[in-house]
């Protein structure tokens, strides 16, 4: 009998790069450099790391669309690589978008440069979703995300969106996918009401099956048709950078729900990983493990 494969996560978007650098003060105008003790330069959140999570937790990943024509760009697609991620879908262009992100003692400091991308990359649906088991989407790229997802829905392949800014485009692509994920600064921007529950109701509105709206250290509330599920945050006294916790969500909830587990499980996974990956510079370096995440969730059962 042939092996049971894991599933596949197929992520499609336009990939960058983070800067992070560690110190003990953010240096004001004009003030003498700050010493780091630290600097990471990785792939950026987006589907590059919802990838890498949703491989760390069983699944299998596949990396579909762009990256800068660069340095910068080679560091990300070597990353992605050395990781298990396929990067035979990615194809380079332009220059890359690049996160500068200092964290200190007094604050955090993030700057953002956009790039340039360059000749327009198209991918072949089918071989983008050959053998996908879920589709993965973060806005970056909405003209060729839009096609894909509606191909994917299409075909049964459900398609998570993480809304990460909101772009031309966003609300097309949120009623072509199937999970709607957002932070609650965006899900109030897409539907400004009062209550969350209210905004679940509005944002189910919009066409996804289900919604999820994460909290940060409040930690996320979801729907999934009439049911609404609240999971606090978990506790992590070993905390240092939050940045790109929402793309771990975003990975991490993927491979729970191909291990077909209850709407209320998928987010108390997914708030689990989010958790853990802020323990180092980045969620790249922190990304837990399925056991790391058990064992957390494990700790409200005791």
Known sequence: MAPVQAPLVVGLGRIGVAISGLGSNLPGVDAAPTDLAA????????????????????????????????????????????????TELLRASGTSACDLVMVAGDG???????????????NDPG????????????????????????????????VIFDVSELRDGTSDLISACDILIASEREASELAPRGELTDALEELLKL?????????GAEGAI?????????????????????????????GAFAAALLSELPFARCVEL????????LRELGPWAAMPSREDVLALTRTRRS
């Open 222 to 250: 979801g729907r999934l048709g009439a049911q609404v599920t609240r999971i606090p945050a978990f506790q992590n006294p070993d905390m240092l950078d939050s940045y790109g916790a929402g793309s771990v969500f975003h």
């Open 108 to 122: 955090k400091l993030r700057s953002h440069y956009r790039g340039d991308r360059g000749e327009l990359v198209t």
């Open 270 to 277: 997914a708030a689990a990983a989010a958790s853990l990956s």
């Open 207 to 215: 066409g996804p099956r289900a919604v999820v709206i994460t909290l």
């Open 39 to 86: 600097l990471a330069p990785t792939p950026a959140p987006g589907v590059a790391v919802a990838l890498r999570a949703a491989l760390r937790l069983g699944c299998r990943a596949r990396a579909v669309g762009s990256h800068g024509a660069d340095l910068l760009g080679q560091l990300a697609r070597s990353a992605l690589r050395d990781a298990g991620i396929d």
């Open 127 to 158: 071989a983008a979703l050959a053998g996908a088991s879920a589709l993965l989407i973060d806005g970056s790229e909405p003209r060729d995300q839009l096609v894909i997802a509606e191909i994917a829905k299409n075909t049964k392949v459900p």
